[in-house]
């Protein structure tokens, strides 16, 4: 336990930066070059075949059609990964950023398999709702503006959000968006806090 719990020595390096220009190099890599979707995409078969890479690759993938898919995505990463990296430190922002994103994926892959889904997933977005708990449970008492006009706390919006996928999941509405990877990235950057930090994101939430 004590080596979950172990800090990295703090640094800042401005990773985010990084993960949103390799998600734009691979959203342009995917209009020159036809395979990129179908290699790097998680696909519950070609994970059974073993190309287990999907788990993290799948991440960094968007619809190629959707310019909104991966616009949204980035500007989420950009507007609380920037804080959250500067509150964890870039080593920890990145252990995390991976950890939430990946397992988000392994729990819908499970999902997917024994449901018999046939589901190809990708996306940043069960990182990215990780990184919004993250920025809720550090800044609990910060302003978020949605569609720029209503102001709510942090903790209301990323709550909101949670509520909201719950009910798409599930009702099936929108049935074509991953609510299941969203929750799973909730829900490990919970437990992340929970064992990394030993911090319960709940208490942070009302406790202000």
């Known amino acids: ?6 800090p ?3 640094s800042y390096t401005s990773v985010v930066y990084y993960l949103i220009g390799i998600n734009i190099l691979v959203f342009l890599a995917q209009h020159l070059f036809r395979n990129v979707t179908f290699y790097l995409a998680m696909f519950p078969p070609a994970v059974l075949r073993g190309w287990v890479w999907q788990f993290v690759t799948y991440m960094f993938v968007h619809a190629p059609r959707s310019l909104t898919h991966i616009l949204f995505n980035m500007l989420g990463l950009f507007i609380f ?4 990296e ?3 430190g870039s080593k920890e922002f990145l252990l995390y950023y991976f950890v939430t994103g990946t397992l988000a994926g392994v729990i819908s892959f499970i ?3 024994y449901t018999r889904t046939p589901a190809l997933l990708l996306g940043a977005s069960g990182a990215i709702f990780a990184v ?5 449970a550090f800044f609990p008492d910060a302003i978020i503006y949605i569609w720029g006009i209503i102001p709510v706390r942090a903790p209301v919006m990323v709550l909101g959000f949670t509520a909201l996928e719950l009910f798409f999941s599930v009702s099936g509405m929108q049935s074509g968006v991953a ?3 969203h929750l799973s990235g ?3 950057g919970w437990l992340y806090f929970l064992v990394r930090f030993r911090i319960n994101p709940w208490r942070e939430f009302k406790g202000r």
């Open 1 to 6: 336990m004590k080596l979950l719990r172990k």
């Open 8 to 10: 990295f020595r703090y």
């Open 81 to 84: 990964g920037i804080q959250v």
């Open 86 to 88: 500067r509150r964890m």
């Open 111 to 113: 999902v997917y398999y």
């Open 132 to 136: 919004e708990l993250a920025f809720a």
């Open 179 to 181: 609510h299941l990877t």
């Open 186 to 188: 909730f829900a490990v």
